[in-house]
């Protein structure tokens, strides 16, 4: 988090905090501009929209409307109507999407496509795609696969309303699944807030090491950087570190050394399914950050390693897929609910374990 005051128009103190790192994907926090606008004395009434685009120059009208209308936008901890006037002693809070940054340049690929409309589309990302170009990662990315999509769009009637990716949340590299992408202004803000509030509705699929002793459960822990290694993330269930994280767990499958389980994020954190799982002992099917990609438990028989040594093979990265998202349209206030297959190696690796369940099952019945 970086922070800093500068003074905006005479008689508020500005205090700008942004929360990122460019170094790894983001978390939902991580996607958003937080602004907190402070009023001292001396400031004369005037209506907030203008009183933002004073001190927000760089900031367009449209945006702070849509932030306004989203909800976005508080004054004393309350929503804000664009004609409120500010007044000494106010504390105005902003809340603003980023924006995709202006020198990217769009690249043709195929990109699986799901769902579009005008305000945004749902497209399924395989493993090993990197969501938005980064150190090391600068083409090649969904973002330039999507300014490429919208550059093929018809013309808009004017130039403000051309489509931009709006990458309301991201998901690994390595991991598969679906993800909105916001196409117009309106739509970021109001998307955005859903996660912001966490009204979404995701489910992930995961496969991990270990047998689950309890059906279903809820894991609860802090989770942030961790302490020696940077690129890293660690869970601190006393709270004393990083920030909050829920995620609830089911188990769907068990077949002795790994068990598949179904996600559901309460909040968006880096690696959050992956930490937390890690954290009560069962870390993802070959996720190399967080333990998973050499066999765990046993004692194992021959059969049984060739059997874990071949899911490994057939699936090399975690083993992770965000399935299902829901949420609520941006226009037409509809919910809107998305499911997604899992990717041929997941899918391998599910068939190979129930085939070997079933004739373990056959044998002992015999």
Known sequence: MAESKVTGQPGATQTTRHYYDSETEQDDDGLFEHYTFEIAK?????RIDKFLSNVMPMTSRSKIKNASL???ITVN?????MAYKVKPADIIKVMLPFPPPPELKGEPMELDIRYEDDQFLMVHKPPGMVCHPSLGH???TLVNGLLWHFEQLPPPATEQEHPRPGLVHRIDKDTSGLLVIAKAEYAMAHISRQFFDHTTDRTYYALVWGDMAEEKGTVVAHIGRHPKMRKLYHAYPEGETGKSAITHYKVLERFGPLTLVACVLETGRTHQIRVHLKHIGHPLLSDSFYGGDSIRGGPYGKKELDLLHKCLQL????ALHAKTLGLTHPRTGERMVFDSELPEDFQQTL???RSWKAQIYSSENN
């Open 70 to 72: 989203t909800g976005s």
């Open 138 to 140: 600068w083409a090649g």
């Open 315 to 318: 699936l090399p990265r975690q």
């Open 351 to 353: 068939d190979l374990l």
């Open 77 to 81: 901890e309350k929503s804000a109507k």
């Open 42 to 46: 001396g400031q004369s009434p005037l």
